[in-house]
């Protein structure tokens, strides 16, 4: 039987898979994407190489279970992390190592920036620490030298598939922020030539279902049995895990929940909405976009109760079980998930997070549900401002990565956003929606659509439970009022020193 191999690059875990054209998943691996080097605060670095070096080691992985199966893979897909930048100069190497996704250098200088840039063009108002416009102005002023070998900017995946096929490229989907900004407009120059950068630093857009080209020959590794076969531009990995679980059309939510939370909802036709990107997704156009916090609130809770234990982050659903079985106090303590700052839909790098409400009897079984809530509360603001602009409901949220194996959050998002939450059978939906791409591309299905019903299996819905709704209901209120007034507090406390430590005098 043949298969595709997909490829999803996330910003923990570096998967990969055979995949037949029924989405059945024949081989499997995964290993550790590489760690984010912050040598500076606000800053968060991964050289490139590093994902190239963990894609031939899936590869050598997968070949190994796969045996002679390895040979009969027809197309490669790879979808990826955004908002992460990697400088690629004339003899094809990267300059300098990737500005990742979680990079908040520029945060203090792009309204500077842009206050000398021509405020009419239409991406202007688009522009923040995380779009990739900041990244290149902070290159041309931190770093002249290396902006000056520049000759393109890549996605993480466009690297990967510019070392497999030799040809430098992205889709519209992934690069559409900076294909913005390189655009010209009547009233003035584009943004890029207006920094003093090059608007061919944007390479050539293809649709995520386009051949980038075949794989080059000589390559190490198992990748040298790869030899010819194509490779799709494909997309990033919200993109693709939105396809993964049957969401990328019209009418349909989507929530992807692995460290951080992407969420949004699909319509027809282009619509805004105020902190929401839009963006033409081939199949429809996206309202929403990526945030700073999700799981990863999981991740700082438990080991500040000190509730991991020995198995680490391995027993992060056990330890979570445990606390969530606890019994809850009548009143209820709420959460702000801004650990990280947020992006959608604030797009405030310097925005905290809190415990409120908090009464002598709460314990750690309060402080979990208060962050399940928290990140569902967040869920729901972007759900009403996509739904207002897309002018009506969504069917249901299909809800995918890490934190929907857990019923509880599944149960938490139904009742808070109150639409039904429905969960696909594949643990890996990122990984299915580049296989997806791929036997469409190939010619498998008559449309995108079709591949994604072909593939897609449902495993679980949730309903939003009546009873829990007036409660929730309050608390939602409650939780809004609470951003608005700690967000001056948050700004504050961003921005002031810890005090220096040493014994008082007497």
């Known amino acids: ?15 990969a898979a055979l995949v037949d054209a029924t989405g059945n998943v024949a081989h ?33 992985i997968l070949a190994a279970q796969a045996g002679a199966a390895f040979d009969a893979i027809e197309a490669i897909a790879i ?9 690629v100069d004339a003899d094809g190497a990267a300059i300098r190592p990737a500005i990742t996704w979680r990079d908040t250098r520029a945060a203090a200088d792009v309204a500077g920036w842009l206050a000398s840039m021509p405020a009419s063009h239409p991406e202007s108002s688009q522009i923040n620490a ?19 070998r520049v000759r393109v900017v890549l996605e993480p995946k466009d690297y990967l598939n510019f070392r497999l096929t030799g040809r430098a490229a992205s889709d519209t989907v992934s690069m559409a922020r900076l294909a913005a900004a390189a655009a010209s407009h009547a009233a003035g120059p584009d943004l890029l030539t207006a920094l003093g950068a090059d608007p061919a630093w944007t390479p050539p857009l293809l649709a995520p279902l386009d051949i980038v080209g075949p794989v080059q020959g000589q390559l190490p590794g198992a990748l040298a049995r790869l030899t010819g076969r194509p490779v799709l531009a494909c997309s990033n990995d919200t993109w693709a895990a939105v396809a993964g679980l049957g969401a990328l059309r019209p009418g349909y939510a989507y929530n992807i929940s692995g460290t951080t939370e992407v969420f949004g909802a699909v319509g027809a036709e282009p619509v805004q909405a105020q902190g929401l990107m839009t963006v033409d997704w081939g199949n429809g156009y996206q309202i929403g976009g990526p945030g700073q916090n999700g799981a990863d609130t999981i991740a700082w809770l438990l080991p500040l109760l000190g509730r991991l234990g020995t198995q680490g982050m391995a027993g992060v659903a056990d330890a979570m079980n445990t606390l969530l079985a606890a019994p809850r106090d009548a009143q209820p303590a709420l959460f702000l998930p801004y650990l990280q700052g947020e992006r959608v839909p604030y797009w405030d790098p310097n925005l905290r997070g809190a415990f409120l409400g908090l009464n002598r009897r709460h314990g750690p079984g ?16 972007v759900l009403e401002r996509a739904e207002a602009a897309l002018g009506g409901p969504v069917r249901e949220i299909r809800f995918g990565g890490g934190a929907a194996s857990s019923p509880q959050w599944c149960q938490v998002k139904a009742d808070v956003c109150e639409r039904a ?21 190939l010619g498998r ?25 007036p409660a929730y ?16 507090v948050s700004h504050a406390l961003a921005g002031i020193g810890t005090p220096a430590s040493g014994s008082a005098g007497v």
């Open 130 to 148: 995380f779009h990739p416009w900041a990244r290149v102005a902070w290159l041309l002023k931190a770093e002249p030298r290396h902006a000056a």
């Open 445 to 469: 299905y008559d449309s995108f659509a079709a591949a994604q019903d072909a593939l897609l299996r449902v495993a679980r819905r949730y309903e939003p439970r009546p009873d829990r709704l």
């Open 28 to 60: 499997a691996c995964a290993i550790d994407s590489p760690a984010g080097n912050a040598i500076h605060p606000g800053w968060d670095e991964i050289d490139a190489d590093a994902w190239w070096h963990g894609l031939q080691t899936l590869a050598d």
């Open 79 to 87: 979808c990826g992390v955004t908002r992460t930048q990697v400088f």
């Open 421 to 441: 939450v429905v969960v696909g059978r594949a643990d890996q939906p990122g990984v299915l929606g580049a296989a997806v791409a791929a036997w469409t591309a």
């Open 1 to 15: 039987m043949s298969h595709v191999l997909a490829v999803d690059l996330g910003g923990t875990r570096f998967r």
């Open 366 to 381: 309060d402080l979990a549900w208060a962050v399940l809530e928290g990140v569902a509360f967040l869920n729901r603001i």
């Open 473 to 488: 209901r309050q608390m939602y209120a409650q939780f809004r009022a609470a951003e608005a007034a700690l967000a001056p």
